[in-house]
């Protein structure tokens, strides 16, 4: 049981970057960039209280309101995994584009 309460964070994280990333396809990122940190704690939490109701054992939560919590922060997560991806992008861009003298 220890196991899968370890790897329910990490999955969180993993299924709402995807979805993310799914709904900036979708949408557009230009007009809906501003409400993806909301669609990505929202999705979190509604995985959190899913997983607490639906999976206990998965879920390392006493009631559903720490379930919800880990979830939403497991979404915020996954925005900070998607932000830190793009800046790593954009050094490494920019580390290209110059020219050693």
């Known amino acids: 049981m220890e196991a899968l309460e370890i790897i329910s964070v990490p999955v969180i994280v993993t299924i709402v970057y995807a979805m993310m990333e799914l709904f900036k396809s979708a949408f557009g990122a230009e007009r809906i960039g501003k409400f993806i940190p909301l669609f990505a704690v929202t999705l979190g939490a509604l995985i959190g209280f899913c997983a607490f109701y639906l999976y206990p054992a998965i879920i390392p939560a006493d009631n559903a309101f720490a379930a919800i919590f880990i979830g ?15 800046k790593l992008k954009e050094n490494k861009a920019e580390a290209g584009g110059k020219n050693d003298e």
């Open 72 to 86: 939403a922060a497991s979404g915020w997560a996954a925005t900070g995994a998607n932000q830190t991806y793009k």
